[in-house]
């Protein structure tokens, strides 16, 4: 029986075969070592943590840097991946079996295929398929074991020393999350129960703000009624918690205490006790706000000449944990003198319920028919919002209130009383200041300008000038009533020139209410007719020099006088303020002639003396020099005493208060603390004051 | 004859020569000098004390020595060694400390010194000065430790001063919101206050008993207005024996003062500014201008208008204040109103306080001046090695005019 | 002679802040007749909400109606006291389910602080006149009107132990609302207790 023919393609079908075979062989080797980068360097990190506690942050690097690794050495190794040529194959195949002397290599190489029928005798003579073959099989075994016995060790060697570290410690490297100290062990005969604390702040649910973890805090700051939980290492005695009064007992399990408790209204400190150990821990708390209520409509307060119709109101609110509800509140007041009498209610409540809302809107209509208002009766009103604070109940926010007043009738007939808003003058006074302001910009532009355009320019400020003059002028002489006969031109005529104040007051105030006004604050000798139309007039007059200087092309000229007419036309706003709002009739008391006429006398006595602004300063700068004493000897009871300290200025002082909280912490850390110190002495110590020289009088 | 002349001069050449032989010689067995440097100075006294040197002198590099070498360089001098030193100009540093007479008691620095100075404490740096040759004043509340200020070639140190008892403050006034505010500004700063406030005839509201009025139990009297008048006849006394008084300008206006009072007052003055400026706050009060006696000082001025001054009244201080109304500050003036009133008000009545603790200069005190005290001015260069040995000048000119003649008279009558 | 002390009116935007205009020159008129306290004949009425209310560091303020101060008026107020400022407040009304007296206390509590009962041993009700019961009652409450109650206490705002707001519901306005000339016709003078108002405000 003769052996099979081999043919030449039955061995490039042997030889494509260990190509594939040493593919698999590279990739596997490379899949694995990026493995044991990744498993190693997680062993790595626990092994450290295990004895040097490694921050949250480094540890929360651990597993994204060893992916990034793994990944780095299948990047830079990519080319692995590559199929492996035959001739390669080949070679390699040639170099473990030098008695084929490159025949294989021939054999497979397709220049050749068909073309040289020795080599293809060749091949059948010497059974080339047996002897690649054989060399396949002993070969590749070997070398595949060879390429991935390294990084299989190391994986092996790297999980089982993951099994053997501390599961916490495996655990605060895989998941690192906040609060997690307490999972990494410690030696028993180091295990101070206080020595590390991890505090869980819940804020209440009306809040809506998340759970937060710290971990070896000196203070707590959290919403009142927060639900704060603090836990730490079991040691060998239980843990007590006093606060206030009361002492409360840990709870004991799984090898830690843990306490909880709520957070108080008012600032105060809680003490921790194990065995000789002492801690303690301020807790501060933070208000709730109340919800900031803004009054969009109506914009001012208003008089209105009759009692109907309806007020529109609009109103923003904005809580910083949620709004509740929110309403319009409007009391109406009528009467006069000694005799009132009030109604009040609300409109337009509006809950808000589902989700925590920050900010909200109220719009409601006020019917001032339906509260019957008469003349000279008010309603104020104002928005109101409350919070959903569930522990310590609502806190309400309030808006401005607006006061509505209906005009009596007869309040006309001594001085009118435009229905805001807004008043007249107050437009005036605006427009008055735009012109003001073009006048002073034309002015600055005279340089840059031509004459002509300049000029022109001019005379049209003067214009806007003579137009609002001549506003001005209606408001004064309707309400002097000196334009009942004068309309259209004679009117205008009336007020085509300079006007004498005192002589036109004069003649109004005899002909509205002579002797029966009362006079006005600083202005003793007027009454309200004369007080509130005399800026009118001044500023009307004024108005009508800075509109001649603006014809003439003179802004320069004309600006002091638009200034004054802007100052009178304030003053008309305030005189007219004062009138509206009433007027104490001024007695004036001889002081001379009662000057201690009394029968009665008094008696003698004695004034209790004010305390010291701030009696503390120096008491606390002498204990601060003990604690830094005690820093020495005793760190953690001068980090206590540090943080009650801080509480004690927290109120105070909250730039001390946070020097002696790094303190504090400095201490708690051990090291160099002799910066946190001088920063919270300077701190308690006030700044330093420097003077130039030295005082010729010795002491400052 | 000229042959003999030739002997002459050459002998008298031989006997000059041997003559400055001599001297060095003698100089020579008399002692011998050594050179010191300032920063080795103290290792060299073993070498300065087993050998007959009686002549040393110090080179200065950084700074005067300590005081107990500049003691010991002193001891030699008197010994009888001729002690010289050289070395760049020294400079010191000035530092005077002592505790503000106000209730919390700062302490108060006044330093000078050429250059940039520092000044500390034992914790760290307090303050710094580019130039401190005008003299600067820190005032500081809690510096630990001792305190020095640090010159460039010299450091100045002091502890500080132990604190003092502060004694009350006796405020007389109407009843007035300046009264008020007043008394309310001291007690809140930390003073403890009595007061006077007359409301009626016979009537008043006081606070605190009354002390006799004397340096044992008031620091200062703070006279508001006319109800000083009061106690006039007693002020002045209490003054001269050492206490303070401040006088408000009505105060001042009172005849018993006359002879105490720092300035004459004038009629009072509206302020320049038609309202409050919380900005300005001194400026915005009105004012009543003060006449300066000749030998008092200005405390406080707006321009060239003082506006505080005080002087010295025996062993007492008075200050006169020019301001009207500053009770208006405190309600009007801006955010830090309340408190800048309340230091304005303890700073005055401290400026008068009797009650001083000293002030505690440097310990070294003035160094640069005992060093010269006990060693002399400085030299103008270092001598190298051995003293010179002092041979006249005229001798190597006279030698050589000799020697010269004598040369000549040979060469021209031929011999060699 | 410039004056030590004039009688402030406070004006607020709400109300009837002009209730009792014959007030400040009863009170000017009774500080003249007891002390020699140098007061101004005429008392002045400034907006609670400008900056003039700095230069008097005692304040009346009293009304019918409901009052409801501005954000200005609440900041002004509170800094007002804050540095030393003393507001007298009298409910005209003389009812504690008045609207008055409901808004005030409202208002105060929030710009200045809640306010609470004023012990009768304190020192405003010795401060010039003795007053051992507490504040004077005034015909208003003995006439049964308002609220036909008897207030025993003041109420206040207090600062340490100094009166920062001093709140009455006794309608004193209306007890002291009369022109000081008519005091001749009176037995006893129902002012009294406004001086020492005054006295306590200028000297503590």
Redesign the interface.
């Known amino acids: 029986m003769s052996a099979p023919m081999t043919t030449r393609l039955d061995i490039q079908a042997r030889v494509q075969q260990a190509a594939e075979s040493l593919r698999v062989a590279r990739v596997s080797r490379l899949l694995l070592s990026a493995l044991a980068c990744f498993v190693s360097v997680w062993a790595a990190a626990t092994a450290i943590d295990t004895f040097v506690e490694l921050s949250a942050s480094v540890r929360q690097c651990v597993l994204p840097g060893a992916a990034v690794a793994a990944s780095l050495m299948l990047w830079v190794g990519r080319a692995q991946f590559h199929a492996v040529t035959v001739e390669r194959a080949a070679l390699w195949i040639e170099e473990r079996t030098p008695s084929l002397r490159y025949a294989l290599v021939t054999a497979v190489d397709p220049r050749y295929a068909g073309r040289v029928p020795e080599l293809d005798a060749h091949v059948n003579t010497h059974r080339y398929d047996d002897a690649v073959r054989s060399v396949l099989r002993g070969v590749l075994r070997g070398v595949l074991w060879g390429v991935v016995r390294q990084p299989v060790f190391v994986i092996c060697g790297a999980v089982v020393a993951l099994l053997l570290l501390p599961r916490g410690s495996v655990a605060r490297v895989a998941r690192p999350s906040p609060g997690d100290t307490l999972r990494r062990e410690v030696p028993a005969v180091s295990r101070d129960p206080l020595a590390t604390l991890v505090v869980v702040v819940e804020p209440p649910a009306y809040a809506g703000m998340p759970r937060t973890t710290s971990e070896d805090p000196s203070s707590v700051r959290a919403l009142v009624g927060s639900r704060v939980t603090i836990r730490g290492r079991r040691g060998s005695d239980a843990v007590y918690a006093t606060f206030d009064t009361t002492r409360v007992a840990a709870q004991d399990g799984d090898g830690r205490w843990q306490l909880t408790m709520t957070m108080p209204g008012a600032s105060s400190v809680l003490t921790l006790a194990s065995g000789a150990h002492r801690r303690l821990l301020s807790l501060e708390p933070v208000a709730d706000s109340a919800p900031v209520v803004v009054l969009i409509a109506p914009a001012r307060d208003s008089i209105l000449r009759r009692p109907n119709g309806s007020l529109v109101l609009n109103a923003e609110l904005s809580d910083d944990h949620g709004l509740a509800s929110g309403a319009f509140e409007y009391i109406m007041s009528s009467g006069s003198g000694e005799s009132f009498t009030f109604k009040s209610g609300t409109v337009g409540a509006t809950e808000f319920p589902g989700e925590p809302k920050g900010h909200g809107t109220l719009s409601a209509r006020l019917s001032i028919d339906a509260l019957e208002m008469r003349p000279g009766d008010l309603v104020h009103v104002r928005a109101v919002a409350r919070d959903r604070n569930s522990v310590s109940g609502p806190t309400l926010g309030v808006s401005e209130t607006r006061t509505i007043r209906i005009a009596r009738a007869d309040e006309y007939d001594s001085v009118a009383v435009d229905a805001a808003p807004p008043p007249e003058p107050e437009k005036n006074a605006l427009s008055q200041r735009m012109l003001l302001l073009m006048s002073q910009a034309l002015e600055k532009k005279r340089r840059a300008l031509a004459k002509g355009a300049f000029v022109a320019e001019s005379r049209a400020i003067a214009l806007d000038q003579t137009r609002l003059r001549k506003r001005v002028g209606e408001i004064v002489f309707q309400r002097l009533g000196e334009s009942g006969g004068e309309e259209g031109d004679a009117l205008d005529r009336r007020l085509d020139r300079p006007t004498n104040p005192d002589s036109v007051l004069a003649a109004a105030d005899r002909a509205t209410v002579a002797n029966s006004g009362t006079a006005l604050e600083g202005n003793a000798d007027e009454t309200p007719v004369v007080a509130v139309n005399r800026p009118l007039l001044e500023a009307y007059n004024f108005m009508w020099s800075a509109s001649t200087e603006l014809e003439l092309g003179e802004p320069g000229r004309a600006i002091p006088w638009m200034q004054k007419a802007l100052d009178r036309l304030q003053a008309a706003r305030s005189a007219e303020r004062i009138y509206l709002r009433g007027k104490v009739r001024a007695v004036v008391v001889d002081i001379a002639k009662v000057r201690l006429s009394g029968k009665d006398k008094g008696i003698a006595s004695v004034r209790a003396s004010r305390p010291a602004a701030d009696p503390g300063r120096a008491l606390r700068l002498t204990r601060f020099d003990a604690m830094v004493e005690l820093a020495a000897r005793l760190p953690s009871a001068a980090a206590d005493s540090l943080v009650l300290l801080r509480l004690e200025v927290l109120a105070p002082d909250r730039d001390a208060a946070q020097k002696l909280e790094a303190a504090a912490a400095a201490v708690r850390r051990g090291g160099d603390v002799t910066a946190a110190f001088v920063a919270a002495r300077r701190a308690l110590a006030g700044d330093v004051e420097r003077r130039a020289g030295i005082s010729l009088w010795g002491a400052p | 004859m000229r042959v003999w002349a030739e002997r002459a001069l050459r002998g008298a050449a031989f006997a000059l020569l041997a003559w400055a032989m001599w001297r060095v010689a003698a100089a020579n067995t008399v002692g011998r000098a050594v050179s010191l440097e300032g920063a080795t100075v103290d290792a060299s006294w073993p070498r300065l004390l087993s050998s007959s040197h009686d002549a040393a002198h110090l080179t200065i590099a950084n700074g005067l020595p300590a005081d107990s070498t500049r003691d010991v360089l002193a001891a030699f001098a008197h010994a009888g060694v001729r002690m010289t030193w050289s070395g760049p100009s020294v400079s010191a540093v000035a530092l005077s400390v ?1 505790r ?2 106000e ?3 700062s302490l ?1 620095m ?1 330093v ?1 010194g050429p250059g940039r100075v520092v000044v500390r404490d034992a ?2 740096m ?2 710094s000065a580019a130039d401190a040759s ?11 430790g001792m305190l020095r200020a640090v010159g460039s070639s010299a450091t100045a140190s002091v502890p500080p001063p132990a604190a003092m008892r502060m004694r009350t403050i006796l405020v007389l006034g ?8 007043t ?2 500004a001291l ?4 003073w ?2 009595e ?1 006077r ?12 008993a009354r002390q006799p009025l004397d340096t044992a139990h008031y620091a200062a009297v703070v006279a508001i207005d006319s109800a000083a008048a009061e106690l006039a006849a007693a002020i002045v006394p209490f003054v001269r024996s050492g206490g303070g008084l401040v006088l408000l300008a009505d105060a001042a206006r009172l005849s018993a003062f006359t002879a105490v009072t720092p300035a004459n007052v004038g009629a009072r003055q509206s302020s320049a500014k038609r ?2 400026d919380a900005t300005a706050p001194l400026a915005s009060l009105n004012r009543t201008p003060l006449t300066l006696r000749d030998d008092a ?1 200005s ?1 406080d001025s707006s321009g060239t208008a003082v506006t505080v001054a ?1 002087r010295r009244e025996r062993a007492g201080r008075v200050a006169v204040v020019g301001y009207d109304e500053l ?2 500050w ?3 003036g801006g955010d830090d ?3 800048a009133h ?1 230091r304005w008000w303890s ?1 005055t009545v ?2 008068v306080a009797a009650g ?1 603790g000293p002030a505690t200069n440097a310990s070294e005190g003035a160094p640069v001046a005992r060093w010269i005290d006990a060693l002399g001015g400085s030299v103008a260069r270092a001598p190298s090695g051995a003293p010179s040995v002092p041979l006249p000048q005229w001798l190597l000119p006279v030698l050589c005019i000799i020697l010269l003649a004598e040369w000549g008279s040979r060469r021209t009558r031929g011999a060699r | 002679m410039s004056a030590d002390f004039t009688f402030c009116t406070v004006q607020y935007d709400s109300g009837d802040w002009d209730s009792a205009p014959l007030v400040p020159a009863n009170l000017i008129d009774s500080v003249a007749r007891y002390t020699s306290i140098r007061v101004a004949p005429t008392g002045v009425s400034v907006p609670l909400g400008s900056r003039d209310i700095f230069r008097y560091p005692l304040a009346y303020l009293t009304g019918h109606l409901p009052v409801r101060f501005t954000d200005l008026e609440r900041r002004t107020l509170r800094e007002y006291c804050d540095r030393g400022g003393l507001l007298f407040v009298d409910d005209h009304n003389h009812d504690v389910d008045g609207v008055f007296h409901k808004t005030c206390t409202d208002e105060i509590a929030r710009a200045v602080g809640p306010m609470k009962e004023l012990s009768n041993a304190h020192p405003l009700f010795n401060s010039f006149f003795t007053f051992e019961d507490g504040p004077p009652a005034t015909s208003h409450e003995l006439n049964g009107w308002g609220d036909n109650l008897i207030h025993k206490h003041l109420q206040a705002v207090l600062h340490g132990d100094r009166i920062a707001v001093l709140y009455s519901n006794k309608d004193y306005s209306s007890e002291w609302g009369y022109h000081p000339d008519n005091k001749r016709f009176m037995s006893v003078d129902n002012t009294k207790f406004g001086v020492n108002v005054v006295v306590y405000a200028l000297t503590r």
């Open positions: 002592e503000v007479r209730p919390d008691q108060l006044r000078a914790a760290s307090l303050d005008g003299g600067i004043t820190v005032v500081s509340a809690g510096p630990q109407r009843a007035s919101w300046e009264t008020k505010f008394v309310a007690e809140e700063q930390g403890t206050v007061s406030v007359p409301v009626a005839p016979g009537t008043a509201v006081t606070t605190g309202s409050f000082v405390l005080a009770w208006r405190r309600l009007e109103a309340v408190v309340r700073r401290g400026a001083a």
